[in-house]
Structures are given as C-alpha cells and as structure tokens.
C-alpha cells in the first residue's frame, strides 16, 4: 500500500516581488498567527482566488474565554479569508474547514501535530504557523505531512537555491511518533490557479533535497506533490 503525499508550501519571493499583504499589525491584546490550508493535497485558495499559504491573521480571544486558542486562529482565519464559517465538531475538534465538512481533518502547529483535546483548550503563541489539512485519503487517512526546511526565500532572477522536502505520515502527530525524513522522488512544482504544475525534470532526490531558479521576478509558492511508499 501507498501512503498519499501531502502537498506544504514553500513561499518563494523573488527580488523585486512584493509579498502578499497580510492583516494589520498585531494589538497588545492580539497575537499575528501565519495560517496554511491544505486541500486533498493542494494549497487552498482563498476568497480572492489566492494561495491560502503563510497568510497572516491577526487573533484574538473571540470568545472571551481568556485564552487565544486554535480556534480563535481558525476562527479568524475563515473570517478574513473565506467565504465559510469555521465550525468545531461535538468533540470540540475541527468540524468544517474551509467549506469542507467531510470530518477528514488534521491540524499543525508548527510542523508538530495536534492531539485530541478541544480546540478552544489549546492556547497559541505570537507567530507559529498553523496548517490546516482536509485530507485525500478519506478510508486510511494515510496522507504524509510534508514542509520544506524554509518558508519563504529571497534570491536574485536565475540564482540556484537548494531546498530539503521532509516529513512523515500525518496521523503521526510529532517527530517522537516518527521522525522526520527527507522524502525522495517527489515532484517539485508551483502554485497557479487553485492546481499544482510540475516543474520539469525537477524531482527531489535521495535526500528530499532539489536545486531551483527562476528567470522572471514574481512571488512563487512552490509545493511538491507525489506518493511515498509505505506499510
């Protein structure tokens, strides 16, 4: 059996690119939480029609339960970003993410997965990272969690630049369920249009790691896409 790969993001912005503008600074009583939707594999997009990857959202304690949690970020990020509400299961989980209610959800914080204690109970700090993935894989839940060793990167038109793809099955939640490895023969490509493109020829090797350029000034979201093999 195959486990599915789970296309994370790179941000690559290129000299010359403007970032993607993000929500205002935080307030004393706000923390700035960077927020990724995965989609079966793809980044998400968002109400615009732009990459949900690395997007700033400014969270508070919405529901005033003294604690700015993972639903708060959550919260927050749907309203900022999407057009569907954010809604916890029964068990105080993710019930419906980013218009998906199928229950085939994960989340991480900062490449370290979550376990099942209620969203509104697990606090946040000031800049993590937070993923939210609607998985492929419905009947197994054998997605990988995947992410490059960087989250954006700045270089100059046509300069070779090196990055390392890692990861591990999703349902294992921390790297002491199973550590990271660099993940080989993946294919390395960018974000357009809601759909993952191939890059040609660029595939990473035994390491996970792969050498890319660019020749025209733009931001970039490179993500990567394949099967890993397993079990």
Known sequence: MKKRFLSIFLMLAMILACFPAGAAAAGNDAITVYVTISDQGVLAADKNGEPMGYRAVTVSDSDGDGTISIFDAYDAAHDLY??????MSGSGLVGQLW?????????FVSDAGIGG???KEQSIADGVHLVGVILKDSSYWSDY????????????VGEN???TLQGRPGMSWSGE??????????AVGTWK?????????????????????????GTYYVTANGMVSGF
């Open 82 to 87: 999407c057009d569907s509400e954010f809604m």
């Open 99 to 107: 218009g998906d209610h199928s229950g085939n959800f994960l989340t």
């Open 117 to 119: 204690t209620s969203l």
């Open 145 to 156: 969690y995947s992410f490059f060793d960087v989250k954006q990167k700045t270089v100059s």
């Open 161 to 163: 630049f090196s990055l």
């Open 177 to 186: 369920d199973e550590p990271n490895a660099g993940l080989s023969g993946i």
């Open 193 to 217: 249009n809601n759909s993952f493109t191939a890059i040609e020829g660029k595939v990473t090797d035994a390491n996970g790691s792969v050498s890319l350029s660019f020749d025209a000034a």
